[in-house]
């Protein structure tokens, strides 16, 4: 079954959860929600996600929303495929933890310095860095 991505390309965790699901390996398509004109405030988008925020992602008939959340989901759905995104070690994992909670209370909605030594630490691909700084299709 394909994972449907609903999700504005300029949104970075929009582009989170691309990363995730290209070094996973996972079949998607994206849906563009337009949040420039408004899009996720309408009815039909408040139906798959109540706070009118993107990224969604239905997979199959669960809905997720909230771009650690859905990361962490596949991480651990696909824990032995592709990239390990939640630490091999100990220590990894509780670096990942701290960078998780800690980009959660970030106000800043741009990926950070900080936020891209984290994709060199877990080992991302250079096509899901790429996901990270340029407009999915």
Known sequence: MVVKLFGCSYASCSRRVLACLIEKDIEFETLSVD???????????????????VPVVQDGSLMLFDSRAIIRYYAEKFGGEGTCLLGKTLEERAFIDVMVIAFAWSSTSAITGCEASWLSVIGLSSGARVAFFNIYS
């Open 35 to 53: 949040i420039n004109k408004g899009e996720q405030k309408k009815p039909e988008f408040l139906a798959l996600q109540p706070f009118g925020k």
